[in-house]
């Protein structure tokens, strides 16, 4: 007899069953007939401990019934998942019927081989200075945008999507994009540039948002690199995929764990947070003998702007990298607010240079984030000391980090840049510094370049 | 038979298995360990991800504990944390990696040149060397007497086996190439010698000041971005070890792929062949199952024993052991143990302890009598880079080189980010005897001169933000500017250029020597009646600050301009 033990938080603990497998998808019916789909997280004995992605809302202990279906959640791929729009369990959101499936993928995926990857060194060029210039991205790497409330990470974004090209290259290119509970305004703002720029036509959306179940996240972003996956690896595009918000994705996660009353880890959420993430952000990059690509972009918000929170402190352990809003930029009013000190890729020094971008690149970045930061420390010196107090150097220092903000990291929302002319611009700042200052930038580059800018 | 399933951990029922058994579970045979007993239940972590695991699947055990496989066909490999090959996985299986997988770690069928070292007739035990096979240029792989083995040889051939053919007979009992032996049993030396002699790194700021010697343990803690891997890279690449076994533990995918296509590209310093012919790599990334990045880190340490035991100094880095003890973590709360401190078992200290022991370096056993070393380089990953916390506090007791990496220099782009304030080296002093031998008799004095420039700098600085720079004397404002050389000059060093990346010890002791005679030559100047603003003009300062790039000749020329220079400065005031 099957009978339900204990409905807690997203939990349902039923007991009496037989021949259920760790990981297996369910589903539970109501006695109304709705079908609820749930994930078992653990068996023992006659008992499975069941979560319930779409919640527990108006679960009675009696009454219900489950379905176990032998396999995980699976996402149905063929080529017409490009142009959908789905929930964040995977079921159509815009009126169309379902994906006459190719195949079906479980979402989970496995881990890609160490020694099937290829190393991510095309450089992306993305029109925006601060990230082409300092922190390059590349393609199949997997760069997240740490942000605060109220910062404009979804416009940086979609620029991002708008802008994003590699040199000489004419191949497949597609926007997987997963919503995770934000608010209805910030998704239509992605779909309504996906639409504007015709992107969406090889874009695959999954939408879970703030009103939708919360559990679901969970599930989601698995959704979403399935397609990614399935995109990049069997029809050899590549896709980039954009994420957001991760917060609500760890918050969820933790409801889980508190519910399951596992020991919790830094600021309740559970120890496994870190691995739990790096399953998905792992599913980026390149493999051997495929043209195709992942390249990914999450978003997360800092709760408080606090770089330490366990959210940004374990993405920023596991991605390549991560681009950091500033506030004290946005403040001044400065688009896009990337504040490049704390701001790092990776990935940089293996995919910028000669024959990829130009053989200054290297050294013009590692001087502008010297002289910029020596330029900070100056500011704050000023406001102890005042102005007067400065050496003829760290006037020139100020300047330049006035300067820099003004020209090099402030752009707008519609300027594409080339990488010759971030280079051109960070040349004509530097001419503010004396000569002798500039020690990360070789003789022989600083002879051949200087005068450019 | 399963009872019960939760994520890594399977309960099962499991009458004839002993503590640490290698068990195959459920339908899909994945790889478990048996962890604890408890009457005839038995707690498994298993290797593989557990999906599709029902309560009654059978459970087999293989009544042998998880052992790893050593031999020739170790060097330039790529393991995962069970020592499977990745490279023959993907053959099989693809670009992902499959459950249930089973692929011998050494090749069954390559034929190895086996040349006998001993004779018939000798007495051998084991340890003793029965003969070698060139496995790479750079490495001859010493067959030795397994364990359990000893006696009189009564056989021992010569010329190409496969590692499961016979090549000699001790006392009876055929003795093959490959060898098993359990991953978490510590192979011991001969006898443990102190630390006395560097393992030479070709970094700065680690070989001249905080150094670690071979057969040491050493530990690089730091924030995310701070720079880690980087160094952990370079050290791989550039120091003077026979043997290096990277361990890349809960880490990322692309960095394992950046050695595999970086090394058999670089050559090494002293030999000119590529690095690859003495690398092994051990690969449990960030996304592989949990329980297998547990045993990463005992995989790497046993093949490295066993390259030690055969007479080399071997070289272990693991990236990172945050990652290892986030392991223990997850299954002591699956086992529902009590927790300790941050959720971590009470039994992290001694774990991390056992693994940096295991460290040293001294007489190997058996015969011909030789010397060995095991140097442990472990990162450390501290949540929000908070270096109160467990596995940081449990590292430093026992790791004897700390190198703090600091999230403000990374920021600034001073690399390697190591914070010369805070780090310390408790080899220091044993291997300034060396250097001060090998190198230049200055050297410990040069060193104690720069710590000592760079330590007034942090007290000046503080001054000076709080009342400006006019406010300090001309002597002072000097050691300002020394210090800013030793930093911008000598302590950074690009990974990335090809001629920094690598210092050797004589240049790194000219370039710091300059730059102290710098500070000597303006004392004396300052003390003359010269202007400090004079001073922070001379001209030689540009190729101070070009020395990093220069050839050790280069350098030495520095020398009479720099004395040129204050000899004019000096005329001219007095003229
Ligand atoms: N010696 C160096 N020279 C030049 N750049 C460096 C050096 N060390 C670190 N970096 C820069 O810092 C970045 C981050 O370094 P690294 O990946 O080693 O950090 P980490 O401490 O291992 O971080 P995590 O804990 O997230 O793995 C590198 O990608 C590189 O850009
Ligand atoms: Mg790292």
């Known amino acids: 007899m099957v009978k339900v033990n204990e409905i807690a938080g997203p939990l349902v603990l039923v007991q009496g069953v037989s021949g259920v497998a760790f990981d297996e998808l369910v589903e539970v019916v109501l006695p109304t007939g709705e079908v609820r789909s749930g994930k078992v997280l653990e068996v023992s ?409 | 038979m399963i009872k019960k399933v939760a994520g890594p951990l399977v309960i099962a029922e499991l009458t004839e298995a002993k503590k640490a058994d290698l068990v195959f579970v459920g339908k899909q045979r994945l790889i478990g360990e048996v962890i604890e007993l408890r009457g005839s239940s038995a707690s498994i972590q298993v290797y593989e991800e557990t999906a599709g695991l029902k309560v009654g699947d059978p459970v087999e055990s293989t009544g042998a504990p998880l052992s790893v496989e050593l031999g020739p066909g170790m060097i330039g490999a790529i393991f995962d944390g069970i020592q499977r090959p990745l490279d023959k996985l993907m053959l099989q299986a693809g670009a992902f990696i499959p459950r249930g997988l089973y692929v011998d770690p050494l090749s069954r069928t390559k034929k190895w040149p086996f040349v006998p070292l001993a004779a018939i007739g000798d007495e051998v035990k084991e340890g003793d060397i029965l003969g070698t096979v060139q496995e790479t240029a750079l490495v001859s792989h010493k067959i030795m007497v397994p364990p359990g083995i000893s006696g009189k040889i009564e056989k021992l051939d010569s010329g190409d086996f496969t590692i499961e053919e016979t090549i000699a007979v001790v006392s009876g009992r055929p003795v093959a190439m490959l060898q098993k032996s359990p991953v978490r049993r510590r192979r011991r030396l001969g006898k443990k010698e102190p630390v006395s002699v560097p393992l030479v790194t070709g970094q700065r700021v680690v070989d001249t000041l905080f150094p670690i010697g071979k057969g040491g343990a050493a530990c690089v803690p730091g924030p995310f971005g701070a720079g880690k891997t980087v160094i952990q890279h370079q050290f791989a690449k550039w120091s003077d070890a026979d043997i290096i076994v990277y361990v890349g533990c809960g880490e990322r995918g692309n960095e394992m792929t950046d050695v595999l296509k970086e090394f058999p590209e670089l050559k090494d310093p002293k030999s000119g062949r590529p690095l690859m012919e003495r690398t092994i790599l051990i690969a449990n990334t960030s996304n592989m199952p949990i329980a297998a990045r547990e045993a990463s880190v005992y995989t790497g340490a046993a093949i490295a024993e066993y390259f030690r035991d055969m007479g080399y100094h071997v070289a272990l880095f693991a990236d990172s052991t945050s990652r290892w003890a986030e392991a223990l973590r997850e299954m002591s709360g699956r086992l529902e143990e009590m927790p300790g401190e941050e959720g971590y078992p009470a039994y992290l200290g001694s774990r991390l302890a056992d693994f940096y022991e295991r460290a040293g370096g001294g007489r190997c056993q058996g015969k011909p009598e030789r010397d060995g070393s095991l140097t442990i380089i472990g990162s450390v990953s501290p949540p929000g880079g908070d270096l109160s916390e467990p596995v940081v506090q449990n590292t430093l007791r026992v790791a004897k080189v700390f190198w703090g990496l600091d999230e403000t220099l990374a920021h600034k782009r001073h690399f390697p980010a190591i914070n010369w304030l805070l780090s310390y080296s408790l080899y220091a002093d044993n291997l300034g005897r060396y250097f001060n031998e090998k190198v230049s008799e200055n050297f410990s004095r040069l060193r104690q001169q720069a710590l000592k420039l760079l330590a007034q700098e942090a007290d000046l600085e503080e001054i000076v933000r709080l009342v400006g720079l006019e406010s300090i004397s001309p002597k002072e404002q000097l050691v300002l500017f020394v210090a800013k050389s030793l930093r911008e000059d000598f302590l950074y060093q690009s990974a990335f250029d090809p001629v920094d990346q690598y210092s050797s010890l004589g240049k790194q002791h000219l370039i710091l020597q300059t730059i102290l005679d710098l500070y000597q030559l303006g004392e004396k100047a300052l003390g003359l009646g010269v202007e400090i603003e004079s001073i922070r003009k001379i001209g030689v300062m540009e190729k101070i600050a070009r020395a990093r790039f220069s050839t050790e000749a280069e350098i030495l020329a520095i020398g009479p301009l720099l004395t040129d220079e204050f000899n004019n400065l000096r005329s001219g005031k007095n003229g």
């Open chain 1, 45 to 453: 004995d006659d008992k499975a401990l069941i979560q319930v992605f779409e919640g527990t809302e108006g679960l009675e202990i009696k009454n219900l019934t489950f379905r176990f279906k032998g396999k995980g959640l699976e996402l149905p791929v063929s080529r017409d998942i490009l142009g959908r729009i789905f929930s964040g369990l995977g079921r159509p959101l815009d009126g169309a019927p379902p994906v006459l499936p190719e195949k079906k993928l479980d979402v989970n995926g496995s881990p890609i081989n160490p020694f099937a990857r290829d190393y991510p060194d095309d450089f992306i060029q993305t029109g925006i200075s601060t990230i082409d210039g300092l922190n390059t991205l590349s393609r199949g790497q997997k760069l997240p945008i740490f942000s605060g409330s109220g910062l404009p990470h979804s416009r940086i974004a979609a620029q991002i999507a708008r802008q994003a090209s590699v040199k000489n290259k004419d191949e497949k290119f597609a926007v997987v994009f997963g919503a995770l509970g934000i608010t209805y305004e910030e998704s239509e703002f992605f779909i309504a540039n996906f639409r504007k720029t015709g992107a969406i036509e090889n874009s695959v959306l999954f939408i879970n948002l703030a009103s939708d179940p919360a559990i679901e996240r969970i599930a989601t972003p698995r959704l979403a690199l399935t397609a990614a996956e399935y995109l990049a690896f069997d029809l050899e595009m590549h896709v980039l995929v954009i994420i957001t918000d991760m917060t609500n994705y760890c918050e969820s996660l933790r409801e889980v764990s508190a519910a399951r009353r596992e020991v919790p880890g830094r600021r309740g959420y559970p120890g496994y947070l870190y691995t739990d993430m790096a399953t998905l952000y792992e599913r980026a990059g390149r493999i051997k003998g495929k043209n195709g690509s992942i390249t990914l972009l999450p978003i997360l918000t800092m709760p408080d702007d606090d770089k330490t929170h366990p959210i940004p402190d374990l993405t920023g352990y596991i991605t390549e990298g991560q681009i950091i809003l500033g506030r004290d930029l946005e403040r001044k009013g400065i688009y896009p607010p990337i504040d490049p000190l704390p701001s790092l890729s990776r990935l940089r020094d293996k995919a910028i240079g000669s024959g990829r971008t130009r053989e200054d690149h290297a050294g013009v970045a590692n001087q502008l984030f010297a002289a910029y930061a020596r330029g900070r420390e100056v500011r704050e010196l000023v406001v102890i000391l005042g102005e007067a107090a400065l050496s003829e150097v760290d006037k020139k220092y100020l300047h330049f980090a006035d300067e820099f903000e003004d020209k090099f990291i402030r752009q707008s929302e519609s300027e594409n840049r080339t990488i010759e002319t971030t280079l051109k611009l960070a040349w004509s700042l530097l001419k503010i510094l004396p000569r002798e200052e500039l020690k990360r930038i070789k003789d022989e580059i600083i002879d051949k370049y200087a005068d450019q800018g």
